[in-house]
């Protein structure tokens, strides 16, 4: 049995839920040509000391999601230590006015505005109002709008305030005698003339108060960009950015469906990271000591605040605004210390370790800083690491950079490099092959994938799959790919040869598959949850049934990874276990198998079927046709391999009820084999 254990990230976009696992925010002041102190007259202002007089907790109803802040805006609220302190609502002064930006869109509403000391902040911001007028835009698709903004309007208006509901276009009218202006979560983009009408109000001394929800915007529009969310159009110039990404807080801070934020403006300064003086360290240990791995060896202080420069840059990856300046400067680090950074050479990873370490978590920073990824900036990391044969070709074709030493066996490389080759990227989005057993014994405080990779690779022996903030990564073993080997397959079916390296790469690979694919889509991960369901504790109603009654309800996470071993082995082995258990009682596991053929299909009319040969150790791959009824359900296979149609009759709730199997005419298929990267026909 492969020795495989789960560490799976679930993400999965929900109005209801979105579990985000490591993400991590600092809040930065990354322009290197520095024009303002991190206390600029702008975080000095006492107009923002004041919002927060009186107050102790604010809350957000929903999943708060996330702000990204940098001069001249600052962050008004923060979460706490626990969710690394990330920003909720922000602020910026603009003129004689100020723009005041939250991360969701329910604080005023009636769901939530009741709660601790939101309407004492919300008379703050009132009290600061120059006029008596309050204008809420509802035509932009606003969360927040007349259904459900009762008890805000019924606050303001014995505050003394006007409430007008802008219905239509925002004009310079509409604003002329406003004191405050609100956008709720606007859906339906601002024109131009909108914009500039806005902001001409709060240069003129009015307050917009700036809605958003940056992984809503995400989930529901994933045809567009981030940066074309209406508020973060607006917002831009002013370095205040929804991102995508949830504020997951502990039980402490819960209360009822709201997270509870307790640290304010001028208490957040306190947590502002600069990304400048992370680098400014960087570059001068660097420029001081010829012996880096001597210096950091023997000098603990010194290892320490240059691994937590490290870190602050790698947890700065997602959230900054503008990348490319840290990029570049990235760039000429890595080609003026080549030794340390270049992955074009071995080090010896038990005399040398903290530079194995440093060089693969520099290659991440590189990579991440340079996300989205153009052709440009491939060719520019691919050159700048000096990238070649196998690792080049793997980078070049998949986007994927592998860490591992540069000392993985050719034969693991060519297998990697194979099975990405059988599926088309979006499948898995795959960043990162990290090989952590190549590179030493990890270094306190410094890692690639994970917080907790150190245990899994060295106390468990474990390989694992995870998303990182650059995206998804799996670790594998370094175990020769023609060296140990394992069958997958329980006693029902013939034996087949799955090395353990390869057994390895398949699992992970799945789990990136289910968490990219179908824990992230709400429709999938129903399904999913039903398989479970109705496949219950008993271990033969499971592909995978060599482990004991109720595994899978215990470690749902294993559930399709644990299929991924037998698809990418043996597809066809797979399908004739779960006929055989269908005709032996156990309906269950031909359900398993359609649902991860259908996954796989990705809406196309085909689906990847895999064999392997040379001793398991290549892989090869033949396209089958599917037929689908009108619920996107396989109903049919042909199997134009062993020349077999299989036709499935499903019951209302589209489940497996009977399975008919016949023989078709050998000259009426074609036999496209794709073996890696060579198509034979």
Known sequence: MIRQLLLVNYHHKSIFKKLIIFILIFFLNINFNV????????????????????????????????????????????????????????????????IIAFCHDSFFSDINFDYFDNKIFTKNIFNKSSKKKISISISHNEYFNKSNSTKFVDFAKSNGFIIEFIEGSIYDFNLSDTGIFISGSAWVDFKDFEINNILNFVERGGIA?????????????PERELEELPANVLCS????????????????????????FKIFYPETLNYVSNIKDSLKLIGEVLKNNKDLNKYLSSQQK??????????????????????????NKLKEIIEKYPYYFKKDHSFNEKAENILCWIREKFSILFYGYGLPIDENKKIIIANTLNLSGAYLDIWNRFGVLVLDNNKLYYKNLDYIESLLDSLPKE????????????????????YLLDPNEKKLIYDLGASF?????????????????????????????????????????????????????????????????NLLKRAGNNHLNYL???FEDGF??????????????????????????????????????????????????????????????????????IDIDIEKDNNGRIVKIYDKKNFLNYNFILDNDGYVKDIKISKVNPDSYDLLIITSKKIKE
Not at 239 to 260: C, L, M
Not at 482 to 502: L, T
Not at 554 to 582: H, M, V, Y
Request: glycine share 6%.
């Open 35 to 98: 024009k303002h102190d991190i206390l600029s007259k702008n975080y000095e202002n006492n107009d923002f000391v004041s919002l927060f007089e009186g107050v102790n907790k604010l809350t957000f109803t929903g999943l708060p999601g996330i702000i990204s802040v940098d001069n001249p805006a600052v962050p008004l609220v923060i979460s706490s230590e626990y969710t690394n302190n990330r920003t909720s609502i922000a602020g910026v002064k603009y003129g004689n006015g100020m």
């Open 209 to 221: 108060l700036i809605l958003a929800l940056g992984w809503s915007w995400e989930t529901y529009h």
């Open 237 to 260: 110039k002013f370095n205040i950015k929804w991102v995508d990404g949830i504020i997951s807080e502990t039980k402490d801070n819960i209360y009822n469906d709201a997270t509870i």
């Open 302 to 327: 010194a290892r320490e605040d240059f691994i937590k420069s490290i870190e602050n840059l790698y947890l700065n990856i997602d959230f900054l605004p503008n990348k490319i300046d840290v990029f």
């Open 427 to 446: 499948v898995h989005n795959l960043k990162l092959i990290m090989i952590g057993k190549l590179l030493g014994n990890p270094i306190n405080n410094l």
């Open 465 to 529: 799959a995870t998303k990182t903030k650059i995206g998804y990564a799996i670790d594998l073993w370094d175990l020769p790919i023609d060296g140990s080997f394992e069958n997958p397959f329980p006693k029902d079916v013939p034996e087949r040869i799955d090395p353990y390296f390869a057994g390895a790469c398949d699992h992970e690979l799945t789990h990136i598959i289910d968490m990219n694919l179908i824990l992230s889509n709400d429709n999938l991960a129903k399904e999913r949850e």
């Open 544 to 546: 995978r049934s060599m």
């Open 552 to 621: 899978f309800i215990k470690n749902p996470g294993e559930f399709i990874a644990s299929i991924g071993n037998q698809w990418f082995c043996d597809t066809w082995n797979t399908l004739d276990l779960a006929i055989k258990r269908f005709n032996n009682g156990y309906k269950e596991p031909i359900n398993q198998f359609l649902f991860l053929a259908k996954v796989l299909s990705m809406k196309k009319r085909s689906v990847p079927f895999y064999y392997r040969i040379s001793n398991g150790t290549k892989l090869i791959k």
